[in-house]
């Protein structure tokens, strides 16, 4: 008896008795009847009814070596109050899918996350999303060579594995052009002195904005802010300028929490005084700030969604490219933009 079937009966012999191919019994009995006919799908179930066909699932998971499982391995990712929204999307998509999420957070820690991918290995998962808490550019472990596998917020060194990350100059782009859309033309940025991929895309989306706009990039308006708004220093050297800007565009939010400060230690108000828009909307900062932080959102519970989505598509055999998939990344109007001030 062929594994999966009762009494005798192959799905196989459903389909010769169907005059269909095996694979195309095989997606219909699985319920994947998109590209059928109606004639063609309840030709082949009323044969697999007729044959009493009953598709046995626990020997089917081991004829495919399905586990069900999908593993997530991140540095730090899910210990991140607001990148829980990628472990919600990826979990909506794979319970869709009908698999179950096993998520391991290694902390950074090498020793452990090779531990870990060995352990989801031998326990033949049917895939695994390889995340990262920052954009980065990785290299992939040898080890996921042996199952499929795709990158969340990650990019790898080498072409062959698809992953998502956010289009960061894109949403600076969006950020800049809002402040730009308020009457700026005098516009910060303060910069992270992280050399991270999202540092230079930002940078480089904010700049080529400016100059889009016809406003000559100035490389005096960017200030690094090494301690990302710990210290008001950084805002400060901005705003002692003799042209200070009207606006500060902020890599992050943690970085216009240190622009807030240096605005109100000058008496100054936001927005009449200066407008200010962040970056990754972190509500644990932006909702806490007075006035509340306008700010980009990092689609972070679409890049779970997308990622699983597409590991789907690869557990299942599907011949897809390696694609590295960027999402837009919105913006999130709140109380600290307006118009320069002076503004008639």
């Known amino acids: 008896m062929t594994p999966g079937a009762r009494s005798g009966v192959s799905l196989r012999d459903v389909a010769a008795a169907s005059g269909v191919s095996r694979t195309t019994a095989s997606l219909i009995m699985n319920g994947k009847t998109d590209g059928f006919s109606p004639t063609t799908v309840d030709r082949v179930r009323r044969v697999a009814a007729d044959l009493h066909y009953r598709p046995n699932a626990v020997a089917r998971s081991l004829r495919r070596q399905r586990t069900h499982t999908v593993g997530v391995v991140s540095d730090e990712i899910a210990t991140t109050p607001f990148a829980g929204a990628t472990i919600r999307g990826a979990q909506e998509a794979a319970w869709k899918a009908g698999h179950v999420l096993v998520v391991i957070d290694t902390e950074g820690d090498l020793e452990f996350e090779r531990a870990a991918l060995g352990a989801l290995l031998e326990r033949q998962v049917d895939g695994i999303l390889y995340a ?5 550019l990785i290299e992939v472990p040898a080890e996921l060579a042996e199952v499929p596998t795709v990158l969340l917020n990650a990019r790898a060194s080498t072409p062959e594995y698809a992953g998502v990350a956010p289009d960061e100059e894109g949403g600076a782009r969006t950020a ?34 400016l100059l889009e706009a016809g406003i000559a990039y100035d490389p005096a308006l960017v200030v690094v802010d090494p301690l990302e708004g710990v210290s008001p220093e950084p805002a400060l050297r901005l705003l002692a300028m003799p042209q200070p800007p ?88 709140r109380g600290s933009l307006g118009p320069p001030r002076g503004s008639p």
């Open 132 to 136: 990262r808490m920052k954009h980065l």
């Open 176 to 209: 800049v052009g809002r402040l730009l859309a308020a009457g700026h033309r005098r516009i910060g940025y303060l910069q992270s002195g992280d050399p991270v991929p999202a540092a230079r895309e930002r940078l480089e989306g904010y700049r080529q904005t």
């Open 246 to 333: 009207t606006a500060i565009f902020c890599f992050n939010d943690r970085i216009a929490f240190g622009a807030y400060n240096a605005a109100h230690r000058l008496g100054w108000s936001i927005p009449d005084d200066l407008s200010v828009i962040g970056f990754d909307n972190d509500e644990t900062v932006a909702l806490r700030l007075d006035p509340s932080l306008t700010t980009i959102e990092l689609p972070h519970y679409e890049m779970g969604r997308w990622a699983m989505e597409h590991l789907e598509q690869l557990i299942q055999g599907e011949d897809v490219e390696p694609v590295k998939h960027r999402l837009a990344c919105p913006l999130v109007e």
